[in-house]
């Protein structure tokens, strides 16, 4: 298999796919076929092809689960346009809750009304794991044993990082916002239910393949 077709296969791929495909999701598509291209011949590929999007409205991006085709932040204000769905929307404490999540974990939900000096609603907890942005990956050998809670990679890919090195460094930002400044715009009523906080709109990086007419 040459070069070019290697290359066309992958680009086929990723934006046939809703989700991001790693190098091993890759090497999967070609079975035992003799003419199966290495690690490093794929690897090779998605550098071409992120040079070949460098100056186009779409990038080729690399996140925690894999690469993906996105639209570029800078254009996602004129593309939210063609969704008819309003935006999801956060509160504050919601965004406060996942900033210490991020920061800070392994930590449990005591651990997180201490940090805030508030108690914590049971529907931020709900929202997060419904998103799947955090998980439970064990429990503080404590009295009552509560659960230990961390981030996970839809996390990572929401918020268009490949690590959690990514992430600023804490002196960097006044708030978790600050992270994806086109994200969080004050607006209307919260998602969790705490209308008495600020809240912000989700206006996220548009995955290329869930723009309208992609497929």
């Given at each position: 298999?040459?070069?070019?077709?290697?290359?066309?296969?992958?680009?086929?791929?990723?934006?046939?796919?809703?989700?991001?495909?790693?190098?091993?999701?890759m090497?999967?598509m070609?079975?035992?076929?003799?003419d199966?291209?290495?690690?490093?011949?794929?690897?090779?590929a998605?550098?071409?092809?992120?040079?070949?999007?460098?100056?186009?409205?779409?990038?080729?991006?690399?996140?925690?689960?894999?690469?993906?085709?996105?639209?570029?932040?800078?254009?996602?204000?004129?593309?939210?346009?063609?969704?008819?769905?309003?935006?999801?929307?956060?509160?504050?404490?919601?965004?406060?809750?996942?900033?210490?999540?991020?920061?800070?974990?392994?930590?449990t939900?005591?651990?997180?009304?201490?940090?805030?000096?508030?108690?914590?609603?049971?529907?931020?907890?709900?929202?997060?794991?419904?998103?799947?942005?955090?998980?439970?990956?064990?429990?503080?050998?404590?009295?009552?044993?509560?659960?230990?809670?961390?981030?996970?990679?839809?996390?990572?890919?929401?918020?268009?990082?490949?690590?959690?090195?990514?992430?600023?460094?804490?002196?960097?930002?006044?708030?978790?916002?600050?992270?994806?400044?086109?994200?969080?715009?004050?607006?209307?009523?919260?998602?969790?239910?705490?209308?008495s906080?600020?809240?912000?709109?989700?206006?996220?990086?548009?995955p290329?393949?869930?723009?309208?007419?992609?497929?």
């Amino acid at each position: 298999m040459n070069s070019v077709e290697l290359k066309k296969i992958i680009e086929a791929a990723l934006m046939a796919l809703n989700s991001p495909l790693s190098v091993t999701d890759m090497m999967s598509m070609f079975g035992e076929d003799p003419d199966k291209p290495d690690r490093r011949a794929v690897r090779k590929a998605l550098d071409e092809l992120q040079q070949d999007y460098a100056d186009r409205g779409v990038e080729l991006k690399e996140v925690a689960s894999g690469f993906r085709f996105q639209v570029r932040p800078e254009l996602a204000e004129w593309i939210n346009r063609l969704f008819r769905e309003r935006p999801q929307r956060y509160s504050q404490a919601l965004l406060e809750t996942l900033a210490i999540i991020a920061y800070r974990q392994p930590v449990t939900r005591g651990e997180i009304e201490d940090i805030r000096g508030v108690s914590l609603s049971t529907g931020i907890i709900r929202t997060l794991f419904e998103r799947e942005w955090i998980k439970v990956v064990g429990h503080r050998d404590v009295p009552g044993h509560p659960e230990l809670l961390a981030t996970t990679y839809q996390f990572l890919d929401y918020f268009n990082l490949k690590e959690l090195a990514e992430l600023p460094t804490l002196g960097d930002i006044r708030d978790f916002g600050q992270i994806e400044p086109d994200l969080f715009d004050s607006a209307g009523q919260a998602a969790d239910g705490d209308a008495s906080e600020d809240v912000f709109e989700d206006n996220n990086v548009i995955p290329f393949s869930n723009q309208p007419g992609s497929g």
